[in-house]
T-cell receptor
Framework: AQTVTQSQPEMSVQEAETVTLSCTYDTSESDYYLFWYKQPPSRQMILVIR??????QNATENRFSVNFQKAAKSFSLKISDSQLGDAAMYFCAYRSGGRGGSEKLVFGKGTKLTVNP | NAGVMQNPRHLVRRRGQEARLRCSPM?????VYWYRQLPEEGLKFMVY????????ESGMPKERFSAEFPKEGPSILRIQQVVRGDSAAYFC?????????????FGSGTQLSVL
C-alpha cells in the first residue's frame, strides 16, 4: 500500500520570505499523481498544485512550486513571497495513475504553516 | 455553478444515535468520494461511489457505516449507533469522470461530534 509522510508537523515563515514543506512517499507504481492541498481554518480543501509522475518538469503555480525527485520519492512544496493568507494546514497526497488504478487519494498527516507579519 | 455541497456543517449526536451526512456533488459530476479526518490527522479515504454503485469501499469500517449515491438526490453517508470515536470531520469530493487527470472538488465537510 502507498504511504505519504510529512515529517514537519509545524513550520513558520516570515511574510515575504520563502518556505519549503517536505513530503516523501512510498510506492511500487511508476504511474501516479502527487498533490499539495491547502486547508485553511474554514476546513475547505483547496488544491494548490499537482504533479504527474511521468513529467520530469516540476509543476509551478504562481508563487507555489514543487521539487519532484522521483528516484528519491520526494515531493516538496516551495512557497515564495509568503503571504498572511498562506497560513493553513498543507497536505501532501498521492493517487495511483492509469486506468484501473484506484481513484482514491492517500494523504500525509499535514504540516501547519504559520506566517509571521 | 455551485461547488460540492455538504450538510449539515455541524452535527451533534449522542452515543447510540444515527448520523446521516449528505453530499451533493457539483453539477455534472457522477463520482463521489467520502473521506474522514480525525483530529491532527490527514484525510483518510472511506468509499468511492458512482450513481447507484459502490466502486471501492476498502476504507469503510466493517460495521455501522454505509454509503449510497442514488440515481436522484445526494450521496448519503450513514453511521449507525455512533460512538465517541466517530467524532471527526467527514469530507465529500466529486469528479466528473474516472479519468485520472480529472480534478477532485471537495466540500467544506461535516463536523460530527458525538457526546
Amino acid at each position: 500500500a502507498q504511504t505519504v509522510t510529512q515529517s514537519q508537523p509545524e513550520m513558520s515563515v516570515q511574510e515575504a520570505e520563502t518556505v519549503t514543506l517536505s513530503c516523501t512517499y512510498d510506492t511500487s507504481e511508476s504511474d501516479y499523481y502527487l498533490f499539495w492541498y491547502k486547508q485553511p481554518p474554514s476546513r475547505q480543501m483547496i488544491l494548490v498544485i499537482r504533479q504527474e509522475a511521468y513529467k520530469q518538469q516540476n509543476a509551478t503555480e504562481n508563487r507555489f512550486s514543487v521539487n519532484f525527485q522521483k528516484a528519491a520519492k520526494s515531493f516538496s512544496l516551495k512557497i515564495s513571497d509568503s503571504q498572511l493568507g498562506d497560513a493553513a494546514m498543507y497536505f501532501c497526497a498521492y493517487r495511483s495513475g492509469g486506468r484501473g488504478g484506484s481513484e482514491k487519494l492517500v494523504f500525509g498527516k499535514g504540516t501547519k504553516l504559520t506566517v509571521n507579519p | 455553478n455551485a461547488g460540492v455541497m455538504q450538510n449539515p456543517r455541524h452535527l451533534v449526536r449522542r452515543r447510540g444515535q444515527e448520523a446521516r451526512l449528505r453530499c451533493s456533488p457539483m453539477k455534472g459530476h457522477s463520482h463521489v468520494y467520502w473521506y474522514r479526518q480525525l483530529p491532527e490527522e490527514g484525510l483518510k479515504f472511506m468509499v468511492y461511489l458512482q450513481k447507484e454503485n459502490i466502486i471501492d469501499e476498502s476504507g469503510m469500517p466493517k460495521e455501522r457505516f454505509s454509503a449510497e449515491f442514488p440515481k436522484e438526490g445526494p450521496s448519503i453517508l450513514r453511521i449507525q449507533q455512533v460512538v465517541r470515536g466517530d467524532s471527526a470531520a467527514y469530507f465529500c469530493a466529486s469528479s466528473p469522470a474516472v479519468a485520472t487527470n480529472e480534478k477532485l472538488f471537495f466540500g467544506s465537510g461535516t463536523q460530527l461530534s458525538v457526546l
